[in-house]
DNA sequence: TATTTTTACGCAACCGTTCCCGGAAACGTT
DNA sequence: AACGTTTCCGGGAACGGTTGCGTAAAAATA
């Protein structure tokens, strides 16, 4: 099947003039007669003129497209923050072409080297739970292509960074726990290569410090952002001798694991222990308990990225020094965890 | 910022030879000597040559990508459907750019056309529930650019479909309630400018008639397929003088805010009354008491969309007829609907 | 009126690749 | 030795645009 769209030189043809002069008097030059340009400008329009995208590529090696790699679209986190990019994407006349790694290394790795043969302006990524190397965005920068992180990002990559303040949504997630009453809280952490999972961990190991409250290495696991995870290490945890009397898990996925165990084993929240997440997922106000959680600025991320990248494509020259933007996440009391009055 | 890869001229001017036997070499022509085609491959691997997309997309009218346009990315029916359109599209050389209507005609006629304009090589989509036009998609037509449709069709459009068969699902569904001994039962119905709406609510409509109970028109309602809508209309039903003793939601969405406004009534699901989504949501399963719906083939269907589109994409001529494939959606019983022992 | 300037357009190269066509050298055949 | 075949490779057009440069005609100036 072929395309059948009008090209210039059909134009120049039917009009009895050069393709220059039908080019020109479509980009409005100042050389072209008043009388022609209208004549071209006429036929352009009746005969539905589009100009091809790809010719304009091949000239200006420009592509007007960026990629974007999460680790699952279906993932309302993601799904969020690609609404911001492609808002302001969209109105700076880009496309977006979504990738998905599946937290797997070799997808993201494929889609990365896609996306450089594939000449894409720019890519915006949040990498894979299990990317352990970077060679892959090294080979990007070395084609030029310019790489704007969210929310996981490669630290020894330098170049711009939407990051969410992970040290202080778990430094306040931890702090409002302690607030209801809690002074043994345990944490299910999210995966130590990826910097969000040790930066909640950290906020939360801080936080009891600053509260004078005991740190039990048995109250601190960690896994995967999974509920099947969750689930499995919340039996382990209320199986201690010494139970914990609230639990912060890294990630909303594990929260609800935890909560379904919780309330596979009879336990009321908050009364019995109390339970808070990260990073809201839409389902966690309909649990019953609703989840307590930090809400993530994803939507203003997206944007944030997005404008980042723009202006590190069509600026000339890299820049002398790339920005990390750190967004402040929010604390959502739920009845999850509030035991004072008033709710 | 501008590309730096290899190109073909720079090999051959290196080599000595014209690019017309680099060209040849690479792609491993009879007609170039041995000798020559190693010395190309061997500079063509250490210089990392790859051929630029671009060019060829130039040359050949294709661009190897496929776009799709959903409502919404965030929705998992669409995601996963999403999964399996990228599944069988990257395992065949295509890319999938991804386009979000947001149930909005007037963002998915600026998707298709900009779709148009990009030269995507076909078009994989599921429309919006606020299109009642299809001119857009005859546009694409003429162009040759081929479409499938999924899910949500437009009828009047020849073309490949890939469909679920609502219908029976939602025969299936009710039948499911009037076997669990309700006979009151009420539907909300989703948008019935959509076919999808319109088969739920018959299938509904034909199991009442098979087993002889009433259909009542305050019992049968309809909205959009939202969450919001669904708990209001739930406030509605269960204020009749006459309750029913069922209610089954055009799906999970508005399911869902039955569920919730239900349980604020304080009503007892199943005893007091049963409750059937459509299109499992994965959260679905969380809910408490979980909710039974019907779950849909959604990777299957994209995949099948998927191959029905390259299909239409690699055959040289316009196909004889076109095909409507029909997947079978499945009941799951789940607590919110299932009064019988033995759960 | 002769000369210079401006206006308005065409020619051709270019982006990176493929492919048709044509031709030189090496080879095989009588 | 003369001729037809292969084998192997280069030239150049084409895809659909943009753009620098050259130039004829028209307009402005002397």
Known sequence: MARSS????????????????????????????EATKQRVLDLARARNYS?????????????????????????????????????VAYSRGYHVMIYQSHESYEREVASTRHIATRHVDGLIISIASGTVEYEHFRELKENNIPIVFFDRAAEEIRTHKVLVDDYNGAFQATEHLIEEGCTKIAHIAGPQNLSIGRN???????????HGLPVREEWMVHCEFSQADGEELAYQLMALRERPDAIFAASDRIAIGVHTALRKLGYRMPEDIALMGFSDLAISSLLDPPLSTMIQPTFEMGQQAAVLLLELIES???PVTYETRVLMPELVRRKSSVKTAGY
Do not use: Q
Not at 13 to 26: D, Q
Not at 55 to 75: C, H, K
Not at 200 to 210: E, T
């Open 6 to 33: 009008v090209t210039i030189k059909e134009l120049a043809k039917e009009l009895g003039v050069s393709k220059s002069t039908v080019s020109r008097a479509l980009r409005d030059s100042s050389e072209i007669g």
């Open 51 to 87: 100009p091809n995208p790809i010719a304009l590529s091949l000239l200006n090696n420009r592509t007007y497209t960026v990629g974007v790699i999460v680790p699952d679209i279906a993932n309302p986190f993601f799904s969020s923050v690609i609404g911001g990019v492609e808002e």
């Open 200 to 210: 909640r961990a950290r906020g939360y190991l801080d936080a009891l410090g600053k």
């Open 316 to 318: 000339k020259k890299p």
